[in-house]
């Protein structure tokens, strides 16, 4: 069955070190989200990409990369951690036919201290 | 600009009560409109979605309307389970202005207790 899996589930971090969340999906998806859920946030889009070569800034991009290098795989860059990105962290994708309906990742818990 | 405005939570219930969840829209254009449930431990997953007024979605007993002269899209059902116990979202998206990307709401969280 097609899924989308995300790496690690769980991960703690010091401040100012580089981390990266992975995301792989089997759907053949075109485009691919992340999300960072916090309380009394709900979900906010830090990047997303429509396909191989292309990425977009989302609502909370600062201090977060992406690259997306092929179609199965949208890895999230934290280039140096900050406290203020301790957040549980979703990967999404969709198709390209207009139904947007998102399919979603478990989710990384990411705690930077 | 866009955004959604649903119900502070927590909500808690007694098994087989009512449930309403209340939400509401601010679009430029013609949104599509979704409720996403979040159970424990796990991602987002689509309970239902309507993407013009006056659609209703349904699914798994719950129902929605598109309320293009409120602006709303309140969920709703009739009798809720210990298994509904979970986080729904609200959430739009609006193709018509490029963007093509979901805005989510703040999230409710249900309990229901037997």
């Known amino acids: 069955d097609a899924e989308i899996t995300q790496s690690p589930r769980h991960k703690i971090t010091e401040t100012g070190r580089q981390v990266t969340l992975a995301c792989h999906q089997t759907?053949?998806?075109?485009?691919m989200f992340w999300y960072r859920q916090d309380l009394g946030h709900g979900l906010r889009l830090i990047h997303y990409s429509y396909g191989v070569q292309d990425t977009n800034k989302g609502e909370v991009s600062d201090g977060y990369s992406v690259s997306r290098s092929n179609t199965e795989d949208l890895p999230l860059t934290l280039e140096s951690a900050a406290s203020s990105q301790t957040s549980v962290y979703f990967c999404?994708?969709?198709?390209?036919?207009?139904?947007?309906?998102?399919?979603f990742g478990a989710g990384s818990r990411l705690t930077v201290l | 600009g866009n955004s959604v405005t649903q119900m502070e939570g927590p909500v808690t219930l007694s098994e087989e009560a009512f449930l309403t969840i209340n939400c509401t829209y601010t679009a430029t254009g013609y949104p599509s409109l979704f409720w996403y449930v979040q159970y424990p431990g796990e991602g987002l997953q689509l309970l239902l979605k309507?993407?013009?007024?006056?659609d209703k979605g349904s699914n798994k007993g719950f129902e929605a309307t598109y309320r293009k002269e409120t602006t709303s899209f309140h969920l709703e059902k009739g009798s809720v389970q210990v298994s509904d116990s979970a986080v729904y979202f609200c959430a739009l998206i609006e193709y018509q202005t490029g963007a093509n990307n979901l805005f989510f709401g703040t999230g409710t969280r249900l309990t229901v207790i037997p």
């Open positions: 759907w053949n998806h075109n485009n």
């Open positions: 309507a993407t013009k007024a006056d």
């Open positions: 999404a994708s969709s198709d390209s036919t207009g139904a947007n309906v998102l399919t």
